[in-house]
Protein backbone atom coordinates (compact mmCIF):
# COMPACT_ATOMS: atom_id res chain seq x y z
CA UNK A 1 0.00 0.00 0.00
CA UNK A 2 1.42 3.54 -1.46
CA UNK A 3 1.96 6.08 1.65
CA UNK A 4 0.67 8.91 1.28
CA UNK A 5 2.16 12.13 3.65
CA UNK A 6 1.19 15.11 1.41
CA UNK A 7 -1.52 15.92 2.98
CA UNK A 8 -2.85 16.78 6.57
CA UNK A 9 -6.08 14.35 6.60
CA UNK A 10 -7.22 16.06 9.94
CA UNK A 11 -9.88 14.27 12.84
CA UNK A 12 -11.63 10.55 11.50
CA UNK A 13 -13.17 8.76 13.78
CA UNK A 14 -14.24 5.21 12.61
CA UNK A 15 -17.73 4.53 13.50
CA UNK A 16 -19.43 0.94 13.53
CA UNK A 17 -20.92 -2.14 15.59
CA UNK A 18 -17.80 -4.62 17.43
CA UNK A 19 -16.49 -6.56 15.14
CA UNK A 20 -16.90 -3.91 11.94
CA UNK A 21 -13.56 -3.84 11.10
CA UNK A 22 -12.70 -0.48 12.92
CA UNK A 23 -9.33 -1.71 14.35
CA UNK A 24 -7.93 -3.07 10.99
CA UNK A 25 -9.19 -0.34 8.87
CA UNK A 26 -7.30 2.12 11.68
CA UNK A 27 -4.51 0.12 11.06
CA UNK A 28 -4.15 0.45 7.27
CA UNK A 29 -5.41 3.97 7.42
CA UNK A 30 -2.70 4.99 9.74
CA UNK A 31 -0.16 2.93 7.42
CA UNK A 32 -0.86 4.91 4.58
CA UNK A 33 -1.14 8.65 5.75
CA UNK A 34 1.27 8.34 8.35
CA UNK A 35 -0.91 9.21 11.25
CA UNK A 36 -1.13 7.26 14.85
CA UNK A 37 -4.15 5.15 15.73
CA UNK A 38 -6.15 6.13 19.12
CA UNK A 39 -8.16 3.25 19.99
CA UNK A 40 -10.25 3.94 23.66
CA UNK A 41 -10.35 -0.22 24.07
CA UNK A 42 -6.53 -0.47 23.84
CA UNK A 43 -5.69 2.30 25.66
CA UNK A 44 -8.43 0.90 28.35
CA UNK A 45 -7.22 -2.69 27.90
CA UNK A 46 -3.56 -1.40 28.58
CA UNK A 47 -4.87 0.11 31.91
CA UNK A 48 -6.67 -2.85 32.80
CA UNK A 49 -3.56 -4.85 32.41
CA UNK A 50 -1.34 -2.29 34.29
CA UNK A 51 -4.06 -2.43 37.05
CA UNK A 52 -3.67 1.25 37.52
CA UNK A 53 -6.57 3.22 39.31
CA UNK A 54 -8.61 3.39 36.57
CA UNK A 55 -7.54 -0.16 34.89
CA UNK A 56 -9.21 -1.10 38.36
CA UNK A 57 -12.88 1.07 38.02
CA UNK A 58 -13.29 -0.39 34.39
CA UNK A 59 -12.39 -4.23 34.52
CA UNK A 60 -15.45 -5.59 35.24
CA UNK A 61 -17.60 -3.11 33.46
CA UNK A 62 -15.53 -4.14 30.12
CA UNK A 63 -15.90 -7.98 30.71
CA UNK A 64 -19.72 -7.61 30.81
CA UNK A 65 -19.28 -5.96 27.29
CA UNK A 66 -20.82 -2.69 28.73
CA UNK A 67 -19.62 0.58 27.76
CA UNK A 68 -17.13 2.54 30.43
CA UNK A 69 -19.24 5.64 31.86
CA UNK A 70 -18.22 8.87 29.71
CA UNK A 71 -16.47 10.77 32.02
CA UNK A 72 -13.73 8.24 32.46
CA UNK A 73 -12.92 8.27 29.07
CA UNK A 74 -12.11 12.03 29.07
CA UNK A 75 -8.77 12.52 30.54
CA UNK A 76 -7.14 9.66 28.61
CA UNK A 77 -8.26 10.65 25.70
CA UNK A 78 -7.39 14.40 25.70
CA UNK A 79 -3.63 13.78 26.92
CA UNK A 80 -3.75 10.99 24.09
CA UNK A 81 -4.77 13.84 21.51
CA UNK A 82 -2.54 16.48 22.85
CA UNK A 83 0.71 14.78 21.60
CA UNK A 84 2.63 15.95 19.04
CA UNK A 85 2.02 12.69 16.34
CA UNK A 86 -1.59 14.22 16.39
CA UNK A 87 -0.77 17.62 14.94
CA UNK A 88 -1.28 16.10 10.99
CA UNK A 89 -4.59 14.00 12.12
CA UNK A 90 -5.44 10.93 14.15
CA UNK A 91 -8.14 7.78 13.83
CA UNK A 92 -10.01 7.58 16.18
CA UNK A 93 -11.10 3.42 16.63
CA UNK A 94 -14.23 3.63 19.36
CA UNK A 95 -14.29 6.82 20.44
CA UNK A 96 -17.00 8.66 20.76
CA UNK A 97 -19.82 6.07 21.02
CA UNK A 98 -22.14 7.79 23.06
CA UNK A 99 -23.89 11.25 21.78
CA UNK A 100 -22.84 13.30 25.49
CA UNK A 101 -19.00 11.78 23.95
CA UNK A 102 -19.28 13.28 20.47
CA UNK A 103 -20.28 16.49 21.93
CA UNK A 104 -17.21 16.65 23.73
CA UNK A 105 -15.09 15.62 21.18
CA UNK A 106 -16.60 18.52 19.05
CA UNK A 107 -15.91 21.13 22.23
CA UNK A 108 -12.34 19.82 22.21
CA UNK A 109 -11.31 20.18 18.99
CA UNK A 110 -13.21 23.58 18.69
CA UNK A 111 -10.88 24.67 21.80
CA UNK A 112 -7.70 23.03 21.22
CA UNK A 113 -6.51 21.12 18.31
CA UNK A 114 -4.74 23.20 15.44
CA UNK A 115 -4.08 25.93 17.07
CA UNK A 116 -4.61 28.03 13.43
CA UNK A 117 -7.74 26.53 12.78
CA UNK A 118 -11.22 28.86 12.44
CA UNK A 119 -13.94 27.03 14.95
CA UNK A 120 -16.32 24.33 13.00
CA UNK A 121 -13.41 23.96 10.39
CA UNK A 122 -11.45 21.03 11.97
CA UNK A 123 -14.32 18.89 12.59
CA UNK A 124 -13.60 14.98 12.22
CA UNK A 125 -15.04 12.92 9.10
CA UNK A 126 -16.79 10.24 10.42
CA UNK A 127 -16.71 7.06 8.87
CA UNK A 128 -19.24 4.39 9.81
CA UNK A 129 -19.11 0.70 8.87
CA UNK A 130 -21.86 -1.34 8.18
CA UNK A 131 -21.54 -5.03 8.28
CA UNK A 132 -25.26 -6.97 9.13
CA UNK A 133 -25.41 -9.30 12.11
CA UNK A 134 -24.69 -12.33 11.42
CA UNK A 135 -21.42 -11.62 9.71
CA UNK A 136 -20.00 -9.85 12.99
CA UNK A 137 -21.18 -12.42 14.89
CA UNK A 138 -18.79 -14.49 12.51
CA UNK A 139 -16.12 -12.33 12.45
CA UNK A 140 -15.96 -11.41 16.63
CA UNK A 141 -15.85 -15.26 17.38
CA UNK A 142 -13.12 -16.01 14.84
CA UNK A 143 -10.71 -12.79 16.43
CA UNK A 144 -6.98 -14.08 17.21
CA UNK A 145 -4.88 -10.62 17.78
CA UNK A 146 -1.01 -10.70 17.89
CA UNK A 147 0.18 -10.48 21.97
CA UNK A 148 3.36 -8.26 20.68
CA UNK A 149 2.34 -6.74 17.55
CA UNK A 150 -1.15 -5.99 17.38
CA UNK A 151 -1.62 -7.46 14.29
CA UNK A 152 -5.60 -8.98 14.05
CA UNK A 153 -6.87 -12.25 11.85
CA UNK A 154 -9.73 -14.22 11.71
CA UNK A 155 -9.75 -17.74 12.03
CA UNK A 156 -12.53 -18.21 9.48
CA UNK A 157 -11.84 -15.45 7.70
CA UNK A 158 -8.21 -14.21 7.64
CA UNK A 159 -5.95 -17.05 9.08
CA UNK A 160 -2.37 -16.57 9.71
CA UNK A 161 0.20 -18.62 7.67
CA UNK A 162 0.74 -20.77 10.56
CA UNK A 163 -1.77 -21.96 12.91
CA UNK A 164 -2.29 -19.58 16.11
CA UNK A 165 1.34 -17.18 15.22
CA UNK A 166 1.33 -14.15 13.92
CA UNK A 167 2.65 -13.71 10.42
CA UNK A 168 4.77 -10.50 11.45
CA UNK A 169 6.66 -12.11 14.29
CA UNK A 170 5.61 -15.29 14.95
CA UNK A 171 4.58 -14.69 18.19
CA UNK A 172 1.94 -16.16 20.07
CA UNK A 173 -2.18 -15.15 18.83
CA UNK A 174 -4.35 -14.43 21.54
CA UNK A 175 -8.38 -14.25 22.27
CA UNK A 176 -9.76 -11.13 23.73
CA UNK A 177 -11.83 -11.63 27.03
CA UNK A 178 -14.43 -9.58 25.87
CA UNK A 179 -15.17 -11.85 23.07
CA UNK A 180 -16.86 -14.68 24.45
CA UNK A 181 -20.60 -14.96 23.02
CA UNK A 182 -22.37 -14.25 25.80
CA UNK A 183 -20.25 -10.61 26.07
CA UNK A 184 -20.67 -9.88 22.44
CA UNK A 185 -24.77 -9.83 22.64
CA UNK A 186 -24.14 -7.80 25.46
CA UNK A 187 -21.52 -5.28 23.14
CA UNK A 188 -23.87 -5.61 20.55
CA UNK A 189 -26.66 -4.05 22.48
CA UNK A 190 -24.50 -1.67 24.01
CA UNK A 191 -23.61 -0.50 20.32
CA UNK A 192 -27.55 -0.38 19.49
CA UNK A 193 -28.60 1.20 22.23
CA UNK A 194 -25.65 3.64 23.16
CA UNK A 195 -23.72 3.92 20.01
CA UNK A 196 -26.13 4.48 17.52
CA UNK A 197 -27.05 7.71 18.77
CA UNK A 198 -24.14 8.82 17.96
CA UNK A 199 -24.46 8.64 14.11
CA UNK A 200 -27.80 10.33 14.60
CA UNK A 201 -25.71 12.82 16.45
CA UNK A 202 -23.58 13.76 12.45
CA UNK A 203 -25.99 13.18 10.43
CA UNK A 204 -27.17 15.52 8.82
CA UNK A 205 -23.82 17.67 8.72
CA UNK A 206 -21.23 16.69 5.66
CA UNK A 207 -19.41 14.60 8.20
CA UNK A 208 -21.06 11.02 8.53
CA UNK A 209 -20.26 9.02 5.81
CA UNK A 210 -21.21 5.08 5.18
CA UNK A 211 -19.10 2.55 3.81
CA UNK A 212 -20.20 -0.95 2.91
CA UNK A 213 -17.63 -3.28 5.99
CA UNK A 214 -18.81 -6.29 4.67
CA UNK A 215 -16.66 -6.43 1.41
CA UNK A 216 -12.72 -7.60 1.26
CA UNK A 217 -10.51 -5.60 3.58
CA UNK A 218 -8.70 -4.01 0.49
CA UNK A 219 -12.86 -3.30 -0.97
CA UNK A 220 -13.53 -1.31 2.39
CA UNK A 221 -10.13 0.28 2.40
CA UNK A 222 -10.74 1.85 -0.74
CA UNK A 223 -13.72 3.23 -0.41
CA UNK A 224 -12.23 5.04 2.85
CA UNK A 225 -9.54 6.37 1.22
CA UNK A 226 -12.03 7.92 -1.42
CA UNK A 227 -13.90 9.23 1.72
CA UNK A 228 -10.96 10.67 3.35
CA UNK A 229 -9.04 12.18 0.39
CA UNK A 230 -12.91 13.61 -0.41
CA UNK A 231 -13.78 15.20 3.12
CA UNK A 232 -9.79 15.62 4.10
CA UNK A 233 -10.15 19.68 5.58
CA UNK A 234 -6.69 20.79 4.91
CA UNK A 235 -6.31 21.42 8.65
P1 LIG B 1 -13.19 -1.80 21.63
O1 LIG B 1 -11.84 -2.35 21.82
O2 LIG B 1 -13.36 -0.47 20.98
O3 LIG B 1 -14.06 -2.92 20.88
P2 LIG B 1 -15.32 -2.84 19.89
O4 LIG B 1 -15.89 -1.52 19.55
O5 LIG B 1 -16.23 -3.81 20.51
O6 LIG B 1 -14.73 -3.21 18.54
P3 LIG B 1 -13.83 -4.42 18.24
O7 LIG B 1 -12.39 -4.09 18.56
O8 LIG B 1 -14.38 -5.66 18.84
O9 LIG B 1 -14.07 -4.57 16.67
P4 LIG B 1 -13.48 -3.79 15.44
O10 LIG B 1 -14.58 -3.04 14.78
O11 LIG B 1 -12.25 -3.03 15.81
O12 LIG B 1 -13.13 -5.04 14.52
P5 LIG B 1 -11.71 -5.66 14.10
O13 LIG B 1 -11.01 -4.76 13.15
O14 LIG B 1 -10.96 -6.16 15.28
O15 LIG B 1 -13.97 -1.70 23.03
C1 LIG B 1 -13.89 -2.72 23.99
C2 LIG B 1 -14.56 -2.26 25.28
O16 LIG B 1 -13.88 -1.11 25.81
C3 LIG B 1 -16.03 -1.82 25.15
O17 LIG B 1 -16.90 -2.91 25.20
C4 LIG B 1 -16.17 -0.87 26.35
O18 LIG B 1 -16.33 -1.56 27.54
C5 LIG B 1 -14.81 -0.17 26.39
N1 LIG B 1 -14.75 1.09 25.61
C6 LIG B 1 -13.91 1.38 24.58
N2 LIG B 1 -14.12 2.60 24.11
C7 LIG B 1 -15.13 3.14 24.85
C8 LIG B 1 -15.82 4.38 24.81
N3 LIG B 1 -15.51 5.33 23.92
N4 LIG B 1 -16.81 4.59 25.70
C9 LIG B 1 -17.14 3.66 26.62
N5 LIG B 1 -16.53 2.44 26.70
C10 LIG B 1 -15.53 2.18 25.82
O19 LIG B 1 -12.25 -6.91 13.21
C11 LIG B 1 -12.98 -7.97 13.83
C12 LIG B 1 -12.67 -9.29 13.11
O20 LIG B 1 -13.16 -9.22 11.77
C13 LIG B 1 -11.16 -9.60 12.98
O21 LIG B 1 -10.97 -10.97 13.17
C14 LIG B 1 -10.80 -9.18 11.54
O22 LIG B 1 -9.76 -9.96 11.03
C15 LIG B 1 -12.12 -9.44 10.82
N6 LIG B 1 -12.36 -8.51 9.71
C16 LIG B 1 -12.23 -7.14 9.75
N7 LIG B 1 -12.55 -6.60 8.56
C17 LIG B 1 -12.90 -7.65 7.76
C18 LIG B 1 -13.35 -7.76 6.40
N8 LIG B 1 -13.51 -6.66 5.62
N9 LIG B 1 -13.64 -8.98 5.91
C19 LIG B 1 -13.51 -10.09 6.69
N10 LIG B 1 -13.08 -10.07 7.97
C20 LIG B 1 -12.79 -8.86 8.50
Not at 98 to 107: F, N, R
Request: aromatic share 6%; glycine share 8%.
Amino acid sequence: MAEDTSRSIGPIVLLGPPGAGKGTQAKRIAERYAVPQISTGDLLREHVRNATGLGVLVKDIMARGELVPDDLLYDIVADRLREPDCKRGFILDGFPRTAPQAGWLDAFLENEFFDNSEPGKCGPIVIRLDVDYNELLLRLTGRRTCSLCGHIYNVHLQPPRVDELCDVDGSKLIIRDDDREEVIRERLFAYERQTQPVAKYYEGSARLVTVDGTLPLEGVSEQIFREIEAHSTGC
